[in-house]
């Protein structure tokens, strides 16, 4: 072969190399959120000439778990990037392995360093994070947190829910999340339902839980969870607290200075009561309250409006925290009693959303659309 061919030739090479190494860096893995190239999944890409106008490319390719569940995903977007290559006819091959445990320390090493750079307790930080409490329990935490958190993704919010009431964990459930959260290495990723990222112990089951939840149990597992999850930076994160006053918002409020505080309450006086004191425990720690939320307010039957629990509640809440606490904590929100959030809180999908996953274009979703963007507003006058 004359040198000038044979130059022209390693050029090609060369270049479509280089090409395809440039299209794989925009595939990114769908739980790390981060670029296959930069994650060091694609070990090699070598092109061959066929000498007929064809080339073959091997695409090496170490996926962090082996038979992880979304190698098929990634595998068909390096296959499709290999062959839609716009300027010549190539034929990919992919050789799918794993990581060896020492380069999958080193990544997973990489992966928390990088996120200790930007945890959820910087000041200035994007997420906003909303810490929903009541004194009382069975006053709907876990329903607004779930259909709240559902809300926000359906509105392009990137989303993360946790389930911080470790004993009587309730989302996986509300969100029919089945998965267990794949563990890379001790890092382990939130298991993403209805479009909101996830991570509660209910998603462990009886030995991984057991090790997980070792030591001071409250504290240790919000800090766990804040800090062997790989979140990425959410738009939002939503805690659905456990019932109680004290303790539980103490540990959030430590671990997550930013958090601000919902309260849930119904409109009777024996609830409305707790959940004062439950937003008052604010003022042991630097907690801003963001607001109050009355749920189950009234129920809509045959045109009548029938107010079940009474009234008021939510009301007096926001009267006597802003009145304690010196600055304005507004009633965001009065929900309805609606025998669907516990029907398909049942069948594994949030009320707020039909069966594609879209927010109903109903009053419920529409109750939830504006507490979504009451929440989004900035607090006017931050807790000194
Ligand atoms: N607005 C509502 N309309 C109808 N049912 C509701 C509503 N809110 C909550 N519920 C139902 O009330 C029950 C308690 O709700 P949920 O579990 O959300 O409360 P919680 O405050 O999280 O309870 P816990 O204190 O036990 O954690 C559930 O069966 C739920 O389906
Ligand atoms: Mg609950």
Request: some cysteine; overall charge negative; hydrophobic content about 45%.
């Amino acid at each position: 072969m004359p040198a000038a061919t044979q130059t022209d030739e390693k050029d090609e090479k060369t270049t479509i190399e280089s090409a395809l190494w440039e299209r794989c860096a925009h595939i990114m893995d769908p739980e790390l959120g981060r670029s296959v190239v930069d994650l060091g999944m694609i070990v090699g890409i070598d092109a061959t000439d066929n000498q007929d106008g064809t080339w073959d490319v091997a695409v090496t390719v170490e996926l962090t778990v082996p038979g992880c569940p979304l190698s098929d995903q990634i595998s068909a977007q390096i296959h499709a990037a290999v062959s839609s290559y716009p300027t010549a006819v190539l034929i990919p091959h992919l050789e799918v392995g794993s990581m060896d445990e020492g380069k999958l320390k080193d990544l997973v090493a990489d992966l928390k360093a990088q996120r200790r750079e930007n945890p959820f307790n910087k000041p200035g930080i994007k997420t906003r994070i909303f810490a929903i409490a009541s004194g009382k329990g069975g006053v709907g935490k876990s329903s607004v947190s779930a259909n709240l958190a559902a809300t926000f993704a359906a509105l392009g919010y990137d989303t993360a829910a946790i389930d911080a009431d470790i004993y009587g964990f309730s989302l996986p459930r509300l969100f029919g999340a089945h998965a267990q959260p794949t563990n890379l290495n001790g890092m382990l990723m939130p298991v993403t339902r209805w479009g909101v990222k996830l991570m509660s112990i209910g998603m462990f089951a009886g030995a991984d839980r057991a090790i997980l939840w070792r030591g001071p149990r409250l504290q240790r597992s919000l800090d766990q969870f804040l800090a062997d999850v790989w979140w990425g930076e959410p738009d939002v994160l939503i805690l659905d607290l456990a019932p109680g006053t004290g303790d539980m918002t103490i540990s959030v409020a430590q671990a997550l200075p930013n958090a601000e505080l919902v309260v849930v309450t119904t409109p009777q006086p024996s609830a409305s009561d707790v959940a004062v004191r439950s937003g008052l425990v604010s003022l042991q720690v630097p907690m801003h309250v963001r607001g109050v939320i009355e749920n189950m307010s009234w129920y809509d039957h045959a045109g009548e409006r029938l107010r079940i629990f009474g009234e008021g509640g939510g009301g007096r809440v926001s009267t006597h925290l802003t009145r304690a606490l010196g600055y304005e904590v507004p009633l965001l929100a009065q929900l309805p009693l609606d025998p669907r959030i516990r029907e398909d809180g049942e069948a594994g999908r949030p009320a707020v959303l039909d069966a594609d996953g879209w927010l109903r274009d109903d009053g419920f979703a529409d109750a939830f659309r504006d507490l979504a963007t009451a929440l989004m507003v900035p607090p006017r006058a931050m807790a000194s």
